[in-house]
């Protein structure tokens, strides 16, 4: 404690001591101390110094000469003395005036020119600059000559504890398993303080826990945090508040101190084992409940979180191991149990299953707790419900022979209802699997009938559907795949696999063989097909051919001999039996054509007709084809010159088969006479092929270009119609492109002021022997015939 106590007064009092430092040729003097004295390099004041130390009789120290200190943060009434600069030129008589240059010269520090002390003027914080770099030079007060080279010295400013410690990361967090055993480590924490660390103990940080304890500790010195109780259990408590104080000055009285927090979060660890919430489970289930259907949950709390929770469920006893299964939800932490086989309230009411759940993950540090297991009862009863007809087979497959009798029963089917009501059951064929409507089905006892003959080379299956229906209850429908087979019987005789057609050659030798035939039989033995071939009775003994059955069943045609002429007899009918194995057998009678040809000497058939044989032998096939070839190329010549002479009779004016003069346009009224000019349209008398000025000529090619005219508008009703007339006749007259013919154009309108009048019946007497037509003779020759027959009409009426 004493060692304590001089450390704490040696820091406060240390730095208040000025020094005063001689600086060549100059000195500095300490007035509060005359004992701190400083070597200076001059002979006086070295001799004056020798005086000082006899009279005093103290030892001499050796100081530091370019340096100063000042205490930071001073902030008294005055100026505070930093030191005195003295040069030994001075006399005392005011001639010498000392100038101060460098760091905070004349700002922070200021100099007295007179007698060289300097104070400093300004609150100094060495946090923001720890030394000054400062230049001191005496010169002539009169002419301002340096007396003496400048000398440069560093004033240092002094620490004091000003600063406390602060944690710049914090707060902070950190996390450690449950269950670690003691000082396990946790983290660890830093704290800094802007202080001096060299000088004193400013910044000297002890740390420590103001709460916390007991469950974690701290190093003072490298505040490394450590668990301080064993098997922290998460279960219990999960989250932990430290806070962490760290102190200066080592820790001892008076020293700053700063705080931070730390949040400690304890991890899981499988240190729990499973467990049912409750030992028995209790669910119900009806018979017809689907397969796959989930019929109740199970769970297992687990206290531990994340995958240390994580359990599966089995079923490792019971009786209904076999209809049921359990799985995990991996969401819900449960075990799911669902049915696994159909179930019969009438066989088994209820069941007993024995239920384990297990972690997934186990850590076997804490194997010693205990099996990571539990197991629960679960008991499932089953509840009856109106069930559908069951079929005492899922499918039925049934024979029949296809010569059976109409009406003959071919197999039965059979249902009861499940349920303890047992409602009468009906039969009934779905109709969609039986289009023909070739079985019939007895509703009471289920026996299959058949209702139409059946051909197996028809067809070989039949496949239909049987319903049983609950009398009781129509909606409770069950069905049965029926599969009936048609047996085969001998029903169909053996014949030629194909139309068979032989061709035997004029120079064929005695034993060739002139055909080899297949036969085929519809119907499908057992044992495979056999077939006999005979000829008829009466062509055994056939001078012409033979027949030789082969180890494949087939059947080889030979010829007994040669000089076969075609002239003679040009085709051969061979009849031949073909029998099976049946029984009974059946047999038919094939016909093989046997045509004689023409050969080439190696046996190649080159012609089977009588014609080709008496055509001349100087005329080949190629002669044939050749002339042939010239008659279509005449008649092809014919049909191009035809064409091109119904081409060269084409019209030369291209005329539009619209044209309104080609037509004939009827009325339904008869109109107003000549002078009526408002019931027709006298614009239908345009050609619509010159409505815009042209018509295109192919005969000639026109010498002048001619731009096409506009066209005329349609005439309106009432403009006359020789203006119409004369307008057209010059534009025909004007045309360069117009028909060098004539062209007859009709009009039925003869103008105004026509010679011969009007012809119209309209304005004519209501009676026709009214009528006098002896003027017609007047008209000239052209009407006198006219005038003629009307007269002989007249005289023929009156007669």
């Known amino acids: 404690m004493p060692e304590r106590l001089a450390e704490m007064l040696l820091d406060l009092w240390t730095p208040l001591i000025i020094l005063w430092i001689t600086l060549p040729p100059c000195i500095y003097t300490a007035p509060m101390n005359q004992s701190q004295v400083l070597m200076s390099g001059s002979p006086l004041e070295l001799n004056r110094l020798n005086e000082e130390q006899r009279i005093l009789n103290r030892s001499k120290r050796g100081w530091v000469w370019n340096q100063m200190f000042v205490l930071e943060e001073f902030s008294g009434p005055e100026p505070i003395l930093v030191g005195r600069l003295h040069t030994d030129l001075d006399p005392g008589s005011k001639k010498i005036k000392y100038i101060l240059s460098g760091d905070g010269a004349g700002t922070i520090f200021q100099i007295n020119d007179v007698t060289g002390d300097i104070h400093a003027i300004k609150r100094l914080d060495r946090e923001e600059k720890a030394e000054y770099t400062l230049t001191a030079q005496a010169v002539d007060w009169e002419t301002n000559k340096p007396l003496e080279p400048p000398s440069e010295f560093i004033i240092k400013v002094q620490d004091i504890n000003d600063n406390a410690p602060e944690f710049l990361n914090g707060p902070y967090h950190a996390t450690v398993p449950e269950m670690s055993i003691l000082g396990t480590s946790v983290t660890n924490v830093t704290a800094t303080d802007a202080d001096d660390p060299v000088y004193g103990n400013s910044a000297k940080l002890v740390y420590s826990i103001l709460e916390g304890q007991p469950y974690f500790s701290i190093e003072p010195e490298t505040a490394i945090i450590k668990t301080a109780l064993p098997n922290m259990d998460r279960e219990a408590k999960e989250e932990y508040l430290v806070v962490i104080q760290a102190k200066d000055m080592g820790g001892h009285s008076g020293g700053l101190s700063g705080t931070t927090t730390l949040t400690v979060t304890l991890t899981d660890v499988n240190d729990n084992p499973p467990k049912f919430a409750q030992s028995l489970y209790h669910f119900s289930v009806p018979e017809d409940v689907v397969l796959g259907t989930a019929i109740g949950r199970v769970k297992a709390n687990d206290q531990d979180i994340g995958e240390n929770a994580q359990s599966s469920y089995d079923i490792i006893d019971g009786d209904g191991t076999a ?477």
């Open 323 to 799: 209809l049921f299964e359990i799985s995990s939800d991996a969401q819900a932490q449960d075990g799911i149990i669902r049915l696994r086989r159909p179930l019969d309230f009438e066989t088994k009411k209820s069941y007993t299953l024995k239920v384990e759940a297990a972690n997934v993950h186990t850590d076997p540090r804490f194997s010693s707790r205990g099996p990571f297991k539990d197991t629960a009862t679960v008991k499932i009863v089953v509840e009856d419900s109106d069930e559908p007809p069951v079929f005492s087979s899922p499918t039925y497959l049934l024979e029949v022979h296809e010569n059976a009798a109409i009406n003959s029963v071919i197999g039965q089917v059979t249902a009861r209802d499940p349920d303890i009501t047992s409602s009468p059951i009906r039969f009934s064929i779905d109709r969609h699997t039986d289009l023909e409507r070739q079985f019939n089905i007895n509703a009471d006892d289920g026996k299959i009938t058949l209702a139409t003959p059946l051909d197996r080379e028809l067809s070989v299956w039949h496949n239909i559907t049987i319903i049983a229906t609950e009398i009781r209850n129509h909606s409770q429908i069950s069905r049965v795949p029926v599969a009936i087979k048609v047996l085969d019987v001998n029903d169909n005789a053996p014949e030629f696999a194909s139309e068979y057609e032989a061709f035997l050659c004029e120079n064929g030798k005695p034993g060739q063989v002139i055909q080899t035939v297949s036969a085929m039989d519809k119907d499908d033995p057992k044992n495979g097909h056999y077939f006999l071939y005979s000829l008829l009775p009466e062509m055994v003994n056939n001078p012409n051919f033979t027949i030789k059955k082969n180890e494949d069943n087939s059947l080889s045609i030979l010829a007994k001999h040669n000089g076969f002429n075609r002239q003679k007899q040009e085709v051969y009918l061979l009849p031949i039996i073909i029998s099976d194995s049946g029984n009974p057998p059946l047999s038919s009678t094939s016909t093989l054509t046997i045509r004689v040809c023409g050969c080439s000497s190696d046996g190649v058939v080159q012609s089977c007709n009588v014609e080709a044989y008496v055509l001349p032998i100087g005329l080949s096939m190629g002669a044939l084809i050749a002339i042939l070839a010239c008659i279509i190329l005449l008649l092809v010549i014919v049909v191009l010159f035809v064409t091109l002479r119904r081409h060269k009779n084409e019209p030369l004016i291209i005329k539009d088969d619209e044209d309104v003069r080609e037509n004939i346009i009827r009325y339904d009224d008869e109109g107003g006479g000549e002078e009526d000019t408002e019931a027709f349209d006298i614009a239908t008398l345009q050609n619509p092929d010159g409505i815009n000025g042209f018509l295109p000529r192919k005969d000639i090619k026109p010498d002048l270009q001619f731009m096409p005219r506009q066209g005329l508008a349609p005439v309106p009703n009432g403009v006359d119609v020789d203006e119409f007339i004369n307008v057209r006749l010059h534009e025909a007259d004007n045309d360069p492109t117009a028909p060098p013919y004539d062209s007859i154009q009709i009009y039925g309108y003869e103008g105004r002021g026509s010679v011969a009048g009007s012809l119209s019946s309209l304005e004519s007497t209501t009676s026709d022997s009214d009528q006098n037509f002896d003027y017609l003779s007047d008209w000239g020759p052209r009407f006198k015939r006219l005038g003629e027959l009307y007269s002989v009409g007249e005289s023929d009426k009156e007669t």
